[in-house]
């Protein structure tokens, strides 16, 4: 497939409970470059989750243009890679070891692997799944979750064969998934206030139930001494999990109704988080326990998903809804 190549303009803009209190957040030195992207509407590009690959080119799901993107970040171009079967609203994506980009289907019941040297896509439909949402890659499988269907499951990449379940709780809406060092991945039940605990050798999904009746965990960062961080989009908390302690904290956002969202742990351990409703990046260092906001210079984007490229220092958004893609230098 042939990719429309596209040039884009890059621009520089400037089980024990303890509850903290809200941090006073301050601004920092970091800021946010944005680089526009071809799609400006209507409708505008609407980047859902970004991924980076380990040459540092970053790749987007474009939900309602309905192709992957490519984005040079030391050049501003951009490659646009339509999905073959239409309107399948790309949602989840990551780049697996072999550099293959892989996303998933949301509308349409699949997950599609775009070869980078190629541009080909293959697309795997994921069966009773029907809204593969977030996906992982698991010793050369892809695990993912599926938000309305209540479901989880495998793809293997080498049968095409994939395996699903249903998650224990009704209408617990699997969102994000990550893995743990020791080797077991995590789901964010967004629809209740639980998170699962799934061991990929037996694909049980252990449910472990946040303190709050109202808490609703949309995505998880999970930090190198195992803690579990999830962002409680509905109160407005960054939530932390520690499982080998079975203690709970909680962190409330710089803003009331900030509604947290995407996240990610930087190289130093300290926590990235969006907040919807200032239209921000929060840094939280887990050591001091402040927060210290990052104001996203595009007013109206909605920040789903970001991702963290270790090897260059960068914090990578998607800014939904504004056609654009956001980075922020970590190392000052």
């Given at each position: 497939?042939?990719?429309?190549?596209?040039?884009?303009?890059?621009?520089?803009?400037?089980?024990?409970?303890?509850?903290?209190?809200?941090?006073?957040?301050?601004?920092?030195?970091?800021?946010?470059?944005?680089?526009?992207?071809?799609?400006?509407?209507?409708?505008?590009?609407?980047?859902?989750?970004?991924?980076?690959?380990?040459?540092?080119?970053?790749?987007?799901?474009?939900?309602?243009?309905?192709?992957?993107?490519?984005?040079?970040?030391?050049?501003?171009?951009?490659?646009?890679?339509?999905?073959?079967?239409?309107?399948?609203?790309?949602?989840?994506?990551?780049?697996?070891?072999?550099?293959?980009?892989?996303?998933?289907?949301?509308?349409?019941?699949?997950?599609?692997?775009?070869?980078?040297?190629?541009?080909?896509?293959?697309?795997?439909?994921?069966?009773?799944?029907?809204?593969?949402?977030?996906?992982?890659?698991?010793?050369?499988?892809?695990?993912?979750?599926?938000?309305?269907?209540?479901?989880?499951?495998?793809?293997?990449?080498?049968?095409?064969?994939?395996?699903?379940?249903?998650?224990?709780?009704?209408?617990?809406?699997?969102?994000?998934?990550?893995?743990?060092?020791?080797?077991?991945?995590w789901i964010a039940l967004f629809g209740t206030n639980k998170l699962g605990h799934l061991d990929p050798?037996?694909?049980?999904?252990?449910?472990?139930?946040?303190?709050?009746?109202?808490?609703?965990?949309?995505?998880?960062?999970?930090?190198?001494?195992?803690?579990?961080?999830?962002?409680?989009?509905?109160?407005?908390?960054?939530?932390?999990?520690?499982?080998?302690?079975?203690?709970?904290?909680?962190?409330?956002?710089?803003?009331?109704?900030?509604?947290?969202?995407?996240?990610?742990?930087?190289?130093?351990?300290?926590?990235?988080?969006?907040?919807?409703?200032?239209?921000?990046?929060?840094?939280?260092?887990?050591?001091?326990?402040?927060?210290?906001?990052?104001?996203?210079?595009?007013?109206?984007?909605?920040?789903?998903?970001?991702?963290?490229?270790?090897?260059?220092?960068?914090?990578?958004?998607?800014?939904?809804?504004?056609?654009?893609?956001?980075?922020?230098?970590?190392?000052?």
């Open positions: 497939m042939r990719a429309n190549i596209l040039r884009s303009v890059a621009a520089c803009l400037a089980v024990a409970t303890l509850v903290a209190a809200t941090p006073r957040a301050s601004r920092l030195a970091f800021s946010v470059r944005e680089y526009l992207l071809p799609h400006l509407g209507p409708p505008p590009a609407f980047a859902h989750d970004p991924a980076v690959g380990p040459d540092g080119i970053v790749w987007f799901a474009d939900q309602q243009s309905h192709y992957i993107g490519r984005l040079d970040p030391e050049t501003g171009d951009v490659k646009e890679f339509p999905t073959p079967t239409p309107k399948s609203g790309p949602h989840g994506i990551i780049v697996a070891p072999d550099g293959a980009v892989w996303y998933t289907g949301n509308l349409v019941a699949n997950i599609g692997r775009l070869d980078p040297r190629t541009g080909k896509i293959r697309e795997f439909p994921t069966g009773d799944a029907k809204d593969p949402h977030t996906l992982i890659w698991y010793y050369g499988k892809i695990w993912f979750t599926s938000q309305q269907s209540n479901k989880y499951g495998v793809l293997d990449p080498k049968t095409g064969e994939v395996k699903v379940y249903d998650a224990p709780t009704p209408r617990s809406l699997p969102y994000g998934i990550q893995r743990h060092p020791d080797g077991t991945l050798a037996t694909a049980k999904l252990t449910e472990v139930t946040l303190p709050d009746a109202g808490a609703r965990p949309r995505r998880l960062a999970i930090t190198a001494d195992g803690r579990i961080w999830y962002s409680d989009y509905a109160r407005g908390y960054l939530g932390m999990f520690d499982p080998a302690k079975k203690t709970f904290r909680e962190f409330g956002a710089p803003d009331d109704g900030a509604n947290p969202y995407g996240m990610s742990v930087a190289p130093d351990g300290a926590i990235w988080f969006n907040v919807v409703k200032p239209g921000a990046m929060v840094r939280f260092d887990p050591k001091s326990e402040k927060m210290e906001t990052v104001p996203i210079p595009t007013r109206g984007s909605v920040v789903r998903n970001v991702t963290i490229d270790s090897t260059r220092g960068r914090l990578w958004i998607a800014e939904s809804g504004v056609s654009r893609i956001g980075r922020i230098d970590l190392k000052q």
